[in-house]
């Protein structure tokens, strides 16, 4: 019993050890002063790995764009103009009229976390960091669009990085600002001095750059596996420490625009699934969360959490119901068209998206939003796919199938059931595929819904062409082209290799949608990949009319049909923090930038008093 | 040689051919599992609003980290540098070694595990010969009940009930990771109670998961040991009933002792989801993340490790029951 009872006087002792540390908190470790704590969690990477390096270019690096790392520029979410952006390191920029160079002008007053200014060289060292990782303007393959062919310091604080002529593009400002900055200092010891040697061979041909290039692509690996010795922040935080569990960031006090950054503090909470940030976000712990998929329930939680705010805006992605055009019947397009007629998008996405989406009007392969921007005035000659039993049955009935005893049946009298794929944890998607599955079954269609183990092997059987039927990201913007090779790109056949577009029949180099390589639109034949590759290379004025013809394409031909247009939903709490930015453009900033450090460090966020 | 020599060079040439199959099993399964994650990082750079070709580029020197060459080659590497302990590149975090990643997540693992499961032990047996002696009465009916209903509940099903209960409708206790980063880490009450903290709600979860094993199987240990001649005897004799008690606890607790050996080998693996609902990130979490992310080295290398524990407790285990058990090990010395 003796024992026993020291056991029990242990635990007892432990769990009031425990409960006391609540208490000791701020004395234990610099508590939040001033500022206070920010709380926040990087949507983008689940799971915080002490081990990582304080490297952006690590897929586990412990860098948090837009709070620590800081880019060019923060390219916004604009719906047409792909060259729109916030400024970041560079305090301005010059985009020559032919858009044939930039010219960026640092920030006068931007230094490093360690006090060391930040300089041209900087920006220039950066640049070749970005050769190595593959970038749109900073690629050394062959022909590649709107590549980088000169990069000059002019002076201290300014650079100039012009265009390669051979294949220019519309976005390659987007490219040029979307750089990470970095330390030259600490970074120079990633990439040999003979760097831009090696990058200016790899840029030509013939075996000597064919070997430069594979150089360049070995130091992306040295480069991805560099361990700076801590963190040298350009941002507005710089990384203090880092558990397995939390990541805990503090004011860097040399940041140029120090003064307007409202947290003393910043801290990034793990997770490993959205479970755990619904329960963050219901207990009121995040100052801020990017966009997770909820269930409503979730969602009225969410919402009735004291000081919890939903932000809701433009977000350029759809997604769609995939056919495969080799399997039968959906080579037919009406019987696509036939679905369309069918399909009550409406109730689609109020059962699997309703506060992440809008139905989508009619299929474009642009986000609605985009196309009011884009190409209003062809809108109105759109079939809109209104929800029309009859219509569908005559689709149905032109294509050869036949309904017996009630059910849709092929051509040959063999019965008809679309099978829809979907990878497991795609709540939305699966949740959609069920309401269409009844909607189907309910028209005398049979339907089935298939759960594929997870993504990685949902793409793999999806580009090996084993479903007939899934789902589809589409309507990736805000540039032209990368709207429209999510339809028409290599999935659906046309690879664009160094802006020459080349067609692979159905079932082969990854293409799976399998469309036929022309059609006719408006009485015209017309290849839409090849129109597609064009988008990459011409300038606004010009892009209308192909987009309008894409469109069109895409909407008669339905080589998906456009469910829903997402919405940009972010979570903020105002309970700590206010001043949250409303405003459409600033609610996605470039590829996995954290907004809430955009918006902290351009002085958006405000203490509540 | 003694027995136990003889014993343990025999078990350990055993693990290691034992070890060498797993190795080369799990290498076929673990290069053999569907998907392409490839295509999965591609697809997720452009959702984040990479353009294609920037994406396809960075996809492509990321996965440049990845063994080429055929089957047999990238086995044949993979033995060798197993021999060397180098378990390979991981993926998703380029430029640490597997075996130092895994390492880091296998204290967050044992740790919690350890401690749980010694609890749950040392509860569950003193718990189980009370209810073993008390098992015409109320009180070992109640503990009968509690051992077996804790036992029905999977353990996941505990622990999110333990979140529900202490993180979310009384908030008293975390339930998101393992320490609080605004504590300066090293030796300090702060920082030790918040490990503290934040492990009793993981810890509670195996403790009781566990808890009503121990104590059925310690209780039918108990029931069976006390028809033996030998305690009949000690009562007739007239002993102590505190001697009687150590005679009982001694024989009924041996079976015990290989299911704890056992237990604790499958320290490193039994953890998935407790440690994916208390977001601690250890092995199991690990391996959940390398098979999400097709991170093949490290998936690889925690099969292994989890593995080579369970064979290395299996070893622990026989060479602690020759130790306890006289007749085990008299028996040894007799042929």
């Known amino acids: 019993m003796k024992r026993l009872a020291a056991v029990v006087a242990l635990l007892g002792l432990a769990t009031m050890t425990a409960c006391s540390s609540t208490d000791n908190k701020s004395a234990g470790g610099g508590g939040s002063t001033g500022g206070g704590l920010f709380t926040t969690i990087d949507v983008n990477r689940p799971g915080i790995d002490a081990s990582a390096p304080a490297n952006p270019y690590n897929p586990k690096g412990n860098a948090f764009p837009g709070y620590t790392t800081m880019k060019i520029g923060w390219v916004v979410n604009h719906l047409t103009d792909p060259n729109k952006a916030l400024p970041g390191m560079a305090a301005s920029w010059e985009i020559a009229p032919d858009n044939s160079a930039i010219t960026l002008k640092l920030q006068p007053n931007a230094k490093w976390s360690d006090g060391k200014p930040v300089t041209a060289e900087d920006v220039k060292l950066s640049i070749a960091l970005a050769y190595t990782q593959g970038s749109t303007a900073f690629a050394v393959t062959p022909g590649a669009a709107g590549a980088a062919a000169e990069v000059t310091v002019v002076d201290d604080k300014t650079i100039k990085i012009t265009q390669d002529p051979a294949n220019p593009s519309p976005k390659f400002a987007r490219g040029v600002l979307d750089t990470t900055v970095l330390p030259a200092h600490v970074w120079s010891n990633a990439v040999p001095a003979t760097i831009w040697d090696t990058i200016k061979t790899a840029r030509g041909d013939g075996p000597d750059a064919e070997k430069a290039r594979e150089e360049i692509t070995a130091l992306g690996e040295k480069v991805i596996a560099f361990a700076p010795p801590k963190d040298v922040a350009g941002g507005p935080f710089v990384l203090e420490r880092v558990n397995p569990g939390e990541a805990l960031l503090v004011k860097n006090k040399y940041f140029f625009n120090a003064a307007n950054v409202a947290p003393d503090q910043v801290k990034f909470l793990n997770y490993t699934g959205n479970e755990q940030i619904w329960n963050y976000l219901t207990q009121g712990k995040l100052d801020h969360s990017g966009f997770v998929a909820a269930p409503t329930d979730v969602m009225n939680r969410i919402k009735a959490a004291p000081g919890s705010e939903v932000i809701k805006g433009y977000s350029p992605v759809a997604v769609s119901m995939a056919f495969n055009q080799s399997k039968k019947p959906y080579d037919n397009v009406h019987v696509r068209r036939g679905l369309a007629f069918l399909i009550d998008r409406e109730q689609v996405t109020k059962v699997a998206s309703p506060e992440g989406g809008t139905a989508a009007t009619t299929t474009t392969g642009i986000h609605q939003k985009a196309a009011d921007a884009w190409i209003s005035e062809t809108l109105p000659k759109l079939e809109p796919y209104k929800v029309d039993p009859a219509k569908a049955e005559e689709e149905f009935k032109t294509a050869g199938l036949t309904k017996k005893d009630g059910k849709w049946t092929l051509a040959d009298g063999t019965p008809w059931k679309v099978s829809m794929h979907a990878p497991a944890g795609f709540s939305d998607w699966l949740s959609a595929q069920e309401n269409i599955k009844s909607q189907l079954i309910k028209a005398g269609i049979e339907a089935e819904v298939v759960t594929t183990a997870d993504y990685p092997v949902y793409l793999e059987e999806l580009a090996a062409g084993k479903y007939d039927v899934g789902f589809w990201l589409i309507a990736l913007g805000p540039a032209p082209y990368d709207i429209f090779q999510r339809l028409y790109g290599a999935s659906n056949g046309w690879a664009n290799v160094s802006g020459k577009v080349k067609h692979s029949p159905a079932g082969e180099a990854g293409n799976w949608m399998g469309s036929p390589e022309q059609i006719e639109v408006d009485g015209a034949k017309i290849n839409p990949g090849e129109l597609t590759g064009k988008l990459n290379s011409v300038g606004p004025d010009e892009a209308k009319p192909i987009m309008s013809q894409l469109a069109m394409a895409a909407n008669q031909d339905l080589p998906v049909i456009q469910l829903w247009d997402y919405i940009n939903n972010q979570f903020v709490n105002n309970s700590r923090f206010t001043g949250w930015p409303h405003d459409d453009e600033v609610l996605r900033l470039g590829t996995g930038v954290l907004p809430s450090g955009v918006w902290i460090q351009q002085g958006l966020v405000k203490k509540k008093q | ?335």
């Open chain 2, 1 to 335: 040689m003694t027995v136990i020599a003889r014993r343990l060079a025999g078990h350990l040439a055993r693990g290691l051919v034992m070890i060498l199959v797993v190795a080369t099993i799990s290498f076929f399964i673990v290069n053999n599992i569907p998907g392409d994650p490839v295509a999965a990082r591609y697809e997720k750079l452009v959702e984040q609003g990479m353009s294609p070709e920037a994406a396809m580029q960075a996809t492509k020197v990321l996965y440049g980290f990845l063994p080429s060459g055929t089957m047999w080659e990238q086995y044949v590497d993979y033995m060798s540098g197993l021999l060397r302990f180098d378990l390979g590149v991981s993926v998703t975090r380029p430029g640490t070694p597997v075996l130092d990643v895994l390492t880091d997540a296998a204290k967050w693992t044992v740790l919690p595990v350890l401690l749980g499961t010694l609890l749950s032990f040392l509860v569950g047996v003193i718990l189980g010969v009370y209810a073993a002696i008390k098992r015409t009465g109320k009180l070992g009916d109640a503990l009968a009940i509690s051992g077996s209903l804790l036992h029905g509940i999977p353990q996941y099903v505990l622990a999110m009930l333990l979140v529900v209960i202490f993180a979310t409708l009384i908030p008293i206790l975390p339930a998101d990771g393992p320490v609080d980063i605004l504590f300066d880490p090293g030796f300090n009450a702060g920082y030790i109670g918040s490990l503290a903290e934040h492990a009793v709600l993981p810890v509670a979860t195996y403790a009781l998961s566990a808890y009503g094993g121990w104590v059925l199987a310690m209780k039918s240990s108990v029931v069976t040991v006390l028809g033996d001649d030998f305690i009949l005897a000690a009562e007739l004799r007239g002993m102590k009933r505190s001697i009687i008690f150590r005679y009982i606890a001694r024989n009924a607790i041996l079976p015990l002792f290989t299911i704890l050996a056992l237990s604790l080998g499958l320290l490193l693996g039994g953890a998935v989801f407790i440690e994916k609902i208390f977001n601690y990130p250890g092995l199991g979490w690990l391996l959940i993340d390398s098979i999400t992310l097709r991170d093949y080295a490290l998936m690889g290398g925690a099969f292994l490790l989890i593995t080579v524990s369970v064979i290395v407790a299996n070893i622990v285990a026989d060479l602690f029951y020759t130790v306890i058990d006289p007749r085990v090990r008299s028996g040894e010395e007799t042929r």
